[in-house]
């Protein structure tokens, strides 16, 4: 596999693609899940098992140091939080996660999207010693949590949203508290009460949704679901059920709606985001339909073998649906992820299919240290702008620790152009498709690249898009707009450092020399030439000029035979028929032939 001056893989031929299927297949878990693994369900630390380690700095990378693992009350919270659903209630922005602290429903709470903090104690009364005070009869603390048999620290600690789960599901004991897995669980207002929904492990591979409900966005929350998950997919049709549950109201008609993703059956159904109506009651209107709003596609290679995570939000007339593809976890040992954010445009609400505008190409994918931005859920903030929360992975944080590639929550904002398309707020995107036009372009005049084998990406230094196919690459820049590159001409060019080497962009596509003979592509610093007698080699600056102006590989030096070199007093460069050498100290460039040229 080569080896990108990237920093990742820029994957090639089918071989490639190959062992980029084998890759996923082998990490992805059987439950149609994206690989999800169920973070944060450790056991529960109380009494003299706490511990106040805040970690450092959530963006340095590299370090190994102690990871926030116990959700300490009234704490700022920098730790995992994977799978954010935010919601803003009467000035506070509540945000919700997969279990994480050993908290079944950990909640932070802010004002200002930057400083979150972790969900209160029940109680301001103690703290256990004080005399006269016992946490198992103070009740302001829910009595589920008095009743579960832990030490007075241990009571007064958890301030866990969720204090009744569900009665049903897998049992899984971790520790004293936590007894169910759960994941990705959301919340909203409905009526007079708040309900929150999380997907319930029913089987080693296969998990439901139930939902619970409480007085306050901070709980506490008590499972109303009965004896049976308020939804599961046939397990004939999606055998891993259904997951990523996310609740939406529609502020034309005041009706909410529950979505969530279905499994899908490998090499028969793609997964799917659906939605059913809700009741009063915060579950499933009897006899509602239920809609497919969109399927996995399989065409964008960004998205891979699965989509999930849906979250719906109407902003200025337009509806969106958010959703995160691809493996959810990390693909190697230093962090890195494929796993990105999407969007699709929903002219029906959840009543209806939704279309992506842009299929191609992730809303949010990895870029630098920020790996795998996924989990997202979108929300409008107080100043009515559109953000999107998602967690991702640093690359190479924590290495070594007891904590590796933790899931840090972010926040960005979202524009809006007049098609309703959107774009994140200071990242720079290739808003007419150049790449993708490009390679469309190529295919209708029988060059076609092949099928792409990642998403479009900015490159490292900021000043253009690049995506990967079967049979090239196509790079994009303001300054030389978007071109094509492949076989022994990408691969000398890649070998120089790519764009941010001494060559540059591509200014030309990938072409046949006049004469037939060989392959050539110019770059913002000068070419590259390859033919199948003398490979690939590059050319630049007087060399080239003075190459040029003898004839190309038509005149009597032919095609390069050689990169160019240094020698004592200049550089050169060898050519079939001869060399041109620079004179160092006078910028001139003499010529001498040897014959032999083919071109």
């Not at 046939?234 to 529950?258: H, K, M």
Request: aromatic share 8%.
């Amino acid at each position: 596999m080569h080896r990108s001056p990237h920093g990742s893989p820029r994957l090639r031929a089918p071989a490639a693609l190959a062992l980029a299927t084998a890759l996923l297949t082998a990490c992805t878990g059987s439950a149609g899940d994206g690989g999800r693994s169920a973070d944060g369900l450790d056991s529960e630390r109380t009494g003299s098992e706490r511990t106040g380690a805040e970690g450092t700095d959530p963006g340095a990378s590299g370090r190994t140091s102690s990871e926030q693992t116990w959700f300490e009350p009234g704490t700022a919270w920098v730790g995992d939080f994977g799978d954010p659903h935010v919601v803003l209630h009467e000035g506070t922005y509540y945000a919700y996660a997969s279990p994480v602290g050993g908290r079944y429903l950990p909640v932070l709470t802010s004002t200002d999207l930057e400083t979150w903090t972790v969900h209160p104690r029940w109680s301001d009364d103690g703290p256990p010693g004080r005399p006269g005070y016992d946490p198992h009869t103070d009740e302001e603390i829910p009595r589920e949590i008095r009743e579960a048999g832990l030490d007075d620290w241990g009571t007064y600690d958890l301030n866990d949203a969720l204090v009744r789960p569900a009665s049903w599901g897998l049992h899984h004991q971790q520790g004293p508290w936590l007894s169910r897995d759960l994941w990705a669980s959301s919340a909203f207002p409905l009526g007079d009460a708040w309900y929150a929904y999380s997907a319930v492990r029913v089987s080693p591979d296969r998990f439901c949704l139930t939902v619970a409900s409480a007085p306050s966005p901070l709980g506490p929350f008590r499972d109303v679901s009965g004896d049976a998950p308020i939804q599961c997919q046939p397990v004939e049709r999606d055998p891993g059920g259904s997951i990523d549950p996310s609740p939406y109201t529609d502020p034309a008609t005041g009706r909410s709606f529950l979505l969530w993703k279905a499994s899908g059956k490998p090499d028969v159904r793609p997964s799917s985001l659906q939605a059913v109506e809700l009741g009063a009651d915060g579950k499933p209107l009897p006899g509602a339909p239920v809609t497919t709003l969109l399927e996995t596609n399989h065409d964008a290679a960004w998205e891979g073998d699965t989509i999930e995570n849906p979250s719906m939000v109407t902003h200025r007339g337009t509806t969106y649906l958010f959703y995160s593809a691809n493996y959810s976890g990390v693909l190697d040992a230093d962090g890195r992820s494929n796993y990105a954010s999407g969007y699709a445009i929903c002219p029906q609400g959840p009543l209806g299919p939704c279309t992506r505008p842009d299929p191609q190409v992730p809303l949010l994918g990895s870029e630098g240290e920020r790996q795998g931005p996924g989990g997202s859920a979108g929300f409008v903030d107080a100043e009515g702008e559109l953000r999107m929360a998602y967690a991702a992975f640093r690359l190479g944080e924590n290495l070594g620790g007891a904590h590796p590639h933790p899931r840090r929550m972010g926040i960005v904002t979202l524009e809006q152009a007049p098609d309703g398309r959107l774009t994140v707020q200071g990242q720079q995107r290739d808003p007419a498709g150049a790449v993708t036009r490009a390679a469309e372009q190529l295919a209708g005049t029988g060059g076609d690249l092949g099928r792409p084998l990642g998403p479009v990406q900015p490159t490292p230094d900021g000043r253009g898009w690049f995506q990967a196919f079967e049979r090239g690459w196509v790079y994009s820049a303001a300054a030389t707009g978007a071109h094509a590159v492949r076989g022994a001409v990408a691969e000398a060019w890649l070998a120089t450092g790519a764009e941010s080497g001494p060559l540059g962009f591509p200014t030309t596509d990938e072409a046949r020399t006049p004469g037939g003979g060989g392959t050539f592509a110019h770059f913002e610093g000068g070419s590259v030439y390859a033919s199948p007698r003398t490979g690939a080699h590059w050319v630049r600056g007087a060399i080239r000029t003075a190459w040029g102006d003898s004839g190309w590989e038509a005149g009597p030096l032919g095609f390069p035979v050689s990169d160019e070199q240094v020698v004592p007093g200049g550089w050169r460069s060898d050519f079939e028929g001869g060399s041109i050498t620079v004179d160092a100290a006078t910028g001139q460039a003499s010529t001498t032939l040897t014959g032999g040229a083919g071109g």
